[in-house]
Structures are given as structure tokens and as C-alpha cells.
């Protein structure tokens, strides 16, 4: 038997109370495997972990009826963004001049889950470097950017409600004296709010956690907002030394319309040998023959997905114009592309549940196949694709035994023991190696 996450409890009678119910239940067949996780629910949750049973895979595969795919670090780049927003939330709540998080020690435990779970982290492991005053500036700061210039409803009704716990908004109103959004000199209003910051309860550390959360989007968002206004090259060399802040994966630019099936046979075209160009074709063939539901399933809210999908795809369209392909091919792929509502049947962001019950709840791949409407005796023929602990758990908790784990840079410290497999060099791997393992193109 196999319990992932057993050791993150740190009492030793649970610990062999659940082995010993766990195994109980295998014998008295109430579980068709035995391969567990152990998910740990964010603070003021009750109760404070699940277990969830994992699903088996049944491999080779006669047949593909779906494919599920990550995005950040999955499909995008954006995985980098997020690490560097939670780095600058961190710098501006506390006396650290921290270039970025520590990747060994930090990265499994931001990367994959809810926000909240990765700020709950960051705060339990800076709290006792937290600058007080700076912190309620930020907050202000943040709460005040939110309520003006969020282009998400959702996110803003989240901030006015935490502000108004810490007793923040009252402040606020009391100064602007209307609508908190209709402040003009916010450095003002800052500077009489910190004179009343004795009124404001952050002593909590669920308010603490969903103050800091408040801080973190909206760096984020503040830098989503100028790359969706034609700002990335510019926040690129201020960020990231020139590199694209959002750009595909590796590979990400032939798996997606290789398994759309438009490319058909002229698949091969996207090989650099014979012997590739061999599997491309077959593969091509397949998924042309064989057309599959592809979802796309996120733990960002959907302000973030949107922007994030609707530049990686616009930068995939802009690459098929210059595909050695047949015209019918390439206008058939232009046609697809030309946004990512055309290419995926379904995208289930945070926004369809709730930040709670994220990864590595199975949560969200349960709502994805459901929209896909993908019956039970199908979840064996769907394959899910992710770079983290989290993201591969939840693929096999919601019941598709086939989760494919594809370490970047970022995660290759997570533990990725949920995955059925794990690939090193990533999708290029899975395509060539492994054929996606279906019956018909192994051997």
C-alpha cells in the first residue's frame, strides 16, 4: 500500500490509524486500489486533510477519448510569474532583499496548490520578519489598486470583504467618506490610514494570509494588465532579462495541434528525422481519425487564464503562418488557433469552484470531465499532463488513473510520486519514447 503525504502528519498513532483503516478497507474491497493521498486542507478548514483514493491505469492504451492539460509550467511559462509575485509579496511585507525563493526548499510548496496554501506557507516561514507598518501599507496599497483597477469582479468583492474583517474597509470609508473606489489621492488616504493602524486586525493568521494573498494578486495583476496592453517586451527586460514572460512550453507548439488532429499525416513536418517524422505521421493520422476532447484545467482564476491563453495563442498562430504545410492544413490550424476558445472544448479555472478546493483536490479535473461529459468507465482512456505534485494527485483523485508528470526547471524538487509516469524531457518525451502510449503505435 501506498499513502502519499503520510509523512507530513506529524502524529504517529494517526498515522498508523489510518494505515490501519486504509488496509481494513482494501481487504473488505472497498477500494479498487491501493495507492492513497493524503491532501492537507488550508487553515480554518475542517477537517484538516482528506484521502483521497488514486485511480489506476490500464496501459497501453486501446484508445484516447480525452486529454487534460495544465497551464502554468504545463502549456506556459507563466509559472514564472507567479514565483516572482509571491518573491516581491514577501519583499514588501518584510526586511528580506530577496532576489527569488529559495528552489529546493520553497518551490515544492508554492508551485501547484491553491494561493492560498503557497501564501500560508510563506507566512508561517517569514512571519517573525514581517515589518508590521510595511505590511498595512502594502495591504492599503493593494486593497485600494483592487477596488480601482481590477478588471475582475470576483477578485474585488474577495478584497473588500477580507479589508472589511481586518476592519480596513471602515477606515477607509470613514476617510474617503463614499464608495471606497472613488478615492483620488491615495498616498493621503495611506498616510492617515497608518495613523489609525492600531484599528487594523491582522493579528490573525488567516488574516495575515488573506491580507498577503490581497497583496500578491495584485502585483500579479498589475503585470498581466500591461503585457494584455502591449507592455511585455518592455516588463520582460525589467523581470525576466529579456526573456518572454509568456510563452509556450517546450514542445507545447506541435503536441496542441498534433492532438487537435488538424495536421493529419503532415505532422511529419515537425520532425528533425526520419525516425521522427515516422511518429509524427502515425500520430497525426490517429488523432486526425480519431478526433479526442481536450481541457484545459488551472488553479489561476480566469482574468489570469484569459490573458495568459489568449497570448500564448496568439503567438502559436503567429508560428503557423510560417509552417511548410498545405494551404488546407494551415488555414484549417489559422482557424483553430485563432483563440483558445476554438481549440479547447473546455477550461475550468479557480473561478468554477472555489479557493478551498483547488489543487490538490481533484475538484477542478472533476468539473473539467464532467463539462466534457466523459462517463466513469472512460476515465481510463483519458490522459492528464502536470509539472507538480499537486497537479498530479489531482488528476488521479478526480479518477484518471493516467497522470503524466512533466517536471521544468522549477519542479524538478517536487515529489511527483502520483504520476504513472514521469518525463524527464518532458511532452517531446511522451510523444517519441512513449507514443502516447496507445496499443496500436507501441512496438
Known amino acids: 500500500m501506498k499513502i502519499i503525504g503520510l509523512d507530513k502528519l506529524q502524529n504517529k498513532d494517526l498515522k498508523n490509524a489510518i494505515t490501519k483503516t486504509l488496509k481494513q478497507n482494501i481487504a473488505n474491497n472497498l477500494y479498487q486500489t491501493s495507492e492513497f493521498a493524503i491532501v492537507q486542507n488550508p487553515s480554518g478548514v475542517y477537517p484538516k486533510f482528506e484521502i483521497y483514493p488514486l485511480a489506476q491505469a490500464k496501459i497501453p492504451l486501446k484508445k484516447i477519448c480525452a486529454i487534460l492539460t495544465d497551464m502554468d509550467g504545463t502549456t506556459t511559462t507563466t509559472e514564472t510569474l507567479c514565483l516572482y509575485s509571491l518573491a516581491e509579496m514577501i519583499r514588501l511585507i518584510t526586511n528580506h532583499n530577496i532576489e527569488k525563493l529559495d528552489q529546493?526548499?520553497?518551490?515544492?510548496?508554492?508551485?501547484?496548490?491553491?494561493?492560498?496554501?503557497?501564501?500560508?506557507?510563506?507566512?508561517?516561514?517569514?512571519?517573525?520578519?514581517?515589518?508590521?507598518?510595511?505590511?498595512?501599507?502594502?495591504?492599503?496599497?493593494?486593497?485600494?489598486?483592487?477596488?480601482?483597477?481590477?478588471?475582475?469582479?470576483?477578485?474585488?468583492?474577495?478584497?473588500?470583504?477580507?479589508?472589511?474583517?481586518?476592519?480596513?474597509?471602515?477606515?477607509?470609508?470613514?476617510?474617503?467618506?463614499?464608495?471606497?473606489?472613488?478615492?483620488?489621492?491615495?498616498?493621503?488616504?495611506?498616510?492617515?490610514?497608518?495613523?489609525?493602524?492600531?484599528?487594523?486586525?491582522?493579528?490573525r493568521?488567516?488574516?495575515?494570509?488573506?491580507?498577503?494573498?490581497?497583496?500578491?494578486?495584485?502585483?500579479?495583476?498589475?503585470?498581466?494588465?500591461?503585457?494584455?496592453?502591449?507592455?511585455?517586451?518592455?516588463?520582460?527586460?525589467?523581470?525576466?532579462?529579456?526573456?518572454?514572460?509568456?510563452?509556450?512550453?517546450?514542445?507545447?507548439?506541435?503536441?496542441?495541434?498534433?492532438?487537435k488532429g488538424v495536421l493529419g499525416e503532415e505532422a511529419e513536418y515537425f520532425g528533425k528525422n526520419s525516425e521522427e517524422k515516422s511518429v509524427l505521421k502515425r500520430l497525426g493520422k490517429y488523432f486526425q481519425d480519431n478526433p479526442v476532447k481536450i481541457g484545459l484545467v488551472t488553479s489561476s482564476i480566469f482574468y489570469e487564464a484569459d490573458i495568459v491563453l489568449t497570448e500564448i495563442f496568439r503567438k502559436i498562430n503567429s508560428d503557423i503562418k510560417h509552417w511548410n504545410v498545405s494551404s488546407k492544413v494551415k488555414q484549417k490550424a489559422l482557424k483553430i488557433f485563432s483563440s483558445y476558445n476554438s481549440f479547447y472544448d473546455v477550461v475550468v479555472t479557480a473561478d468554477d469552484s472555489h479557493e478551498i478546493r483547488l489543487k490538490p483536490h481533484r475538484d477542478l479535473y472533476s468539473i473539467a470531465l464532467y463539462k466534457l461529459g466523459i462517463p466513469q468507465k472512460e476515465f481510463?482512456?483519458?490522459?492528464?499532463?502536470?509539472?507538480?505534485?499537486?497537479?498530479?494527485?489531482?488528476?488521479?483523485?478526480?479518477?484518471?488513473?493516467?497522470?503524466?508528470?512533466?517536471?521544468?526547471?522549477?519542479?524538478?524538487?517536487?515529489?511527483?510520486?502520483?504520476?504513472?509516469?514521469?518525463?524527464?524531457?518532458?511532452?517531446?518525451?511522451?510523444?517519441?519514447?512513449?507514443?502516447?502510449?496507445?496499443?496500436?503505435?507501441?512496438?
Open 104 to 203: 529546493k526548499k520553497d518551490y515544492p510548496n508554492i508551485i501547484g496548490n491553491s494561493t492560498t496554501k503557497h501564501v500560508e506557507y510563506l507566512i508561517n516561514k517569514y512571519q517573525e520578519d514581517i515589518d508590521t507598518k510595511e505590511f498595512i501599507k502594502k495591504y492599503i496599497e493593494a486593497v485600494l489598486w483592487t477596488v480601482k483597477n481590477s478588471a475582475d469582479q470576483k477578485r474585488k468583492n474577495e478584497v473588500i470583504a477580507n479589508s472589511k474583517n481586518t476592519g480596513t474597509y471602515q477606515i477607509l470609508e470613514n476617510i474617503i467618506g463614499q464608495d471606497i473606489s472613488k478615492f483620488k489621492n491615495p498616498k493621503s488616504i495611506i498616510i492617515k490610514c497608518l495613523k489609525n493602524m492600531g484599528k487594523i486586525n491582522l493579528n
Open 205 to 259: 493568521f488567516e488574516y495575515k494570509v488573506k491580507a498577503a494573498i490581497d497583496i500578491y494578486y495584485a502585483n500579479y495583476h498589475q503585470i498581466l494588465k500591461q503585457i494584455s496592453n502591449g507592455k511585455s517586451q518592455e516588463l520582460s527586460t525589467k523581470l525576466t532579462a529579456g526573456k518572454a514572460l509568456i510563452k509556450p512550453m517546450n514542445y507545447i507548439s506541435t503536441f496542441l495541434p498534433l492532438i
Open 380 to 443: 481510463k482512456y483519458v490522459i492528464g499532463f502536470e509539472d507538480s505534485e499537486s497537479g498530479t494527485i489531482a488528476i488521479r483523485a478526480a479518477g484518471v488513473g493516467l497522470s503524466i508528470g512533466l517536471p521544468f526547471d522549477d519542479t524538478k524538487g517536487h515529489n511527483l510520486a502520483a504520476a504513472k509516469h514521469i518525463m524527464k524531457n518532458g511532452l517531446y518525451e511522451f510523444v517519441h519514447k512513449h507514443r502516447f502510449l496507445l496499443e496500436s503505435l507501441l512496438g
